[in-house]
Antibody, heavy 117, light 106 residues
Framework: QVQLKESGPGLVQPSQTLSLTCTVS????????VHWVRQPPGKGLEWVGA???????DYNSALKSRLSISRDTSKSQVFLKMNSLQTEDTAIYFC???????????WGQGVMVTVSS | DIQMTQSPASLSASLGETVTIECRAS??????LAWYQQKPGNSPQLLIY???SLADGVPSRFSGSGSGTQYSLKINSLQSEDVASYFC????????FGGGTKLELK
């Protein structure tokens, strides 16, 4: 069955770079697109960006200058890198999958990232 | 970016009551709207897509409606397991979400 699982450091220092991994199973990255969505504690959801089945990427315009999403199809992994982290980037980061249209059928459990010194 | 305005931000209702949550888009999104339910400590779960289509396994007491810029989620006969936060999301363009509605029992 479809599964997505995020992993990465729980704590990142301000101005440093965040690196997260989404490991997927039950589907192919070359046939499906994976997105990142984040949620600050107690707040709403924000689309971060996506890597499409063909390998191209799109990013939230507010984060674009700090963000990179890539993948390793042989390992069924998608990577998120965000630099110049600030406290406002503290959030749960989810990887998600859409199968038909751009709504999200499947979600990972999320990984909490805290930006603090 | 398309802005999604969701109301109310919080809602208190009794068991068995009917509840309605509204979502307004800053421009026409042509029914490209989804609703999610998120229980504390869990990931969001898809409830409704295409404004009014029920996702697999979602109870029929949930329904969605609307068109253009105005959409709503209705929960008939509220159950205790419906206590959660609810979010709308448009996908007519790059995805954006409403601010959420926290539903509690009265």
């Amino acid at each position: 069955q479809v599964q997505l699982k995020e992993s990465g450091p729980g704590l990142v220092q301000p101005s440093q770079t965040l690196s997260l991994t989404c490991t997927v199973s039950g589907f192919s990255l070359t046939s499906n697109s994976v997105h990142w969505v984040r949620q600050p504690p107690g707040k709403g959801l924000e689309w971060v960006g996506a890597i499409w089945s063909g390998g191209s990427t799109d990013y939230n315009s507010a984060l674009k200058s700090r963000l990179s999403i890539s993948r390793d199809t042989s390992k069924s992994q998608v990577f998120l890198k965000m630099n110049s982290l600030q406290t406002e980037d503290t959030a749960i980061y989810f990887c998600t999958l859409h199968t038909v249209a751009l709504y999200f059928d499947y979600w990972g459990q999320g990984v909490m990232v805290t930006v603090s010194s | 970016d398309i802005q999604m305005t969701q109301s109310p931000a919080s809602l208190s209702a009794s068991l068995g009551e009917t509840v309605t949550i509204e979502c307004r888009a800053s421009e026409d999104i042509y029914s490209n709207l989804a609703w999610y339910q998120q229980k504390p400590g869990n990931s969001p779960q898809l409830l409704i897509y295409d404004a009014n289509s029920l996702a697999d396994g979602v109870p029929s007491r949930f329904s969605g409606s609307g068109s253009g810029t105005q959409y709503s989620l209705k929960i008939n006969s509220l159950q205790s397991e419906d206590v959660a936060s609810y979010f709308c999301q448009q996908y007519n363009n790059y995805p954006t979400f409403g601010g959420g509605t926290k539903l509690e029992l009265k």
